[in-house]
């Protein structure tokens, strides 16, 4: 072996792929019992529809090296995601645009005329002076728009009143002034054409590289453990930073969700695959209906499978999905990333490992460049 890969998620898959390419022969292991980490998806054993099993996974990206590199192991449908609110009884597109302000407002504002309307809302509060989240956010789009959207649904992602929540947590919140509700900009979107663990399953297929599932780093009984493996042969580990530590500095927050699942007997429950409920009557934050991600698949039509989303804080046993960023765990990234820095060959990666959210095609992206940079001259 000439390499240790600790987590089989896109980072991993990619660093493995890289040096396997490269004659250097690879062992990737995962505590869980699938690779993928969280892009991993699975076919509903009920339905056949594929569903991702630790939420929505759509795929976007504007760099060139990136979709280059993952068109290697998969083609892409032309799915294009757009996102539906539905508060108050009513149906509105999201990101709020022209399209949200004139149906909310009952009116038929020009762009300009619509700047003007949320400009003078936003009035109410200086972004430089807003002492928390609500008033950054009403300083941002106005009161109206900031109460039916974001205000509650903030709310039940933070388990927190947003008066009681940082005013750093928001930089912007996005209006646009035409009716183009497409979710993303980026200049490349789509699926997976045959999934995501088709697609996955590819980027490990190479003589080179042997996955192993159900081990776990730290679990000394396996022999590819930390103690027994550090120091002799070059590891890169995309588990959390903290654990790899054993927490010496503290734990770093996170936010965790959950999913509650039901195959529904319709054809089509909500006729798109996400709608997003802000207000604070509903416990969940949105529902994902999957046969909408693949409408050019032949599912059933008598039935559908949809997945409620619940947010709360993350504890240690939970999965960790969103850092939760407190100034605290700021100073404590540092202060383990002065420790990383002390490891004999060991690289930390991906979105647990550097404990940043990462889109899929910036984990794929860093690890590009972490092997071209950093790793390649280790092996
Ligand atoms: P990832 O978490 O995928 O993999 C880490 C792996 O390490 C896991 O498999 C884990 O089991 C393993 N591991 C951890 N500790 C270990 C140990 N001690 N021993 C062995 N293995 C260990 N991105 C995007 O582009 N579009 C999207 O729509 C979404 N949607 C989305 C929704 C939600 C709810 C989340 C939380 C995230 C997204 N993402 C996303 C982001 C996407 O999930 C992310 O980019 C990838 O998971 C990053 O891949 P990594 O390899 O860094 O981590």
């Known amino acids: ?174 209006v646009r002034y035409t009716y183009d509700n497409r979710y993303f900009n980026d200049t490349h979107e789509g699926l997976p054409t045959d999934g995501y663990t088709a697609w996955l399953e590819r980027m490990a297929d190479h003589p080179n590289i042997e996955v192993r599932l159900d081990t776990d780093f730290f679990d000394a009984s396996q022999p590819l453990n930390k103690d027994a493996i550090v120091g002799t042969v070059p590891v890169v580990y995309t588990g959390p930073v903290d654990r790899y530590f054993d927490y010496a500095e503290g734990e770093l927050s996170w936010r965790t969700l959950d999913f509650e699942q039901e195959v529904v007997p319709v054809g089509d429950y909500q006729g798109t695959s996400v709608m997003n409920y802000p207000d604070a009557q509903y416990p969940y934050t949105r529902i994902h209906e999957f046969r909408h991600f693949h409408p050019e698949r032949d599912y059933p039509k008598d039935k559908t499978v949809i997945m409620r989303e619940f947010s709360r804080f993350a504890s240690r046993d939970d999965e960790p999905y969103y850092p939760v960023n407190t100034p605290e765990d700021r100073e404590r990234l540092l202060r383990y990333r002065a420790l990383a820095e002390g490891e004999d060959r060991v690289l930390f990666g991906g979105r647990l490992g550097t404990y940043q959210y990462l889109d899929m095609h910036m984990a794929i992206g860093s690890a590009l460049s972490m092997f071209n940079n950093k790793l390649e001259e280790l092996l």
Do not use: C
């Not at 072996?1 to 980072?11: A, C, I, Q, R, T």
């Not at 490269?22 to 699938?34: E, L, M, N, Q, T």
């Open 1 to 174: 072996m000439d390499l240790l890969v600790v987590g089989s998620g896109f980072f991993g898959l990619t660093i493995a792929e890289r040096a396997a390419s490269a004659g250097k022969r690879v062992v990737v292991i995962d505590r869980r019992s699938h690779i993928g980490g969280n892009a991993y998806s699975e076919a509903e054993p009920e339905t056949g529809i594929e569903v991702h099993r630790y939420g929505a996974h759509l795929f976007h990206t504007s760099n060139e090296t990136v979709w280059e590199y993952v068109n290697r192991f998969t083609s892409f449908t032309s799915y294009q995601h757009k996102v539906y609110s539905h508060h108050d009884g009513v149906v509105y597109p999201l990101p709020v645009n022209l399209g949200t302000i004139n149906q909310f407002f009952r009116a038929a504002y020009s762009p300009d005329e619509a700047k003007a309307l949320i400009r003078e809302q936003a009035g109410e509060f200086d972004v430089k002076t807003a002492q928390n989240f609500e008033e950054k956010g009403i300083a941002l789009i106005g009161r109206p728009l900031f109460e039916a959207f974001f205000r509650d649904y903030t709310a039940k992602q933070w388990q927190t009143d947003p008066k009681q929540l940082s005013g750093d947590i928001v930089s912007r919140l996005p």
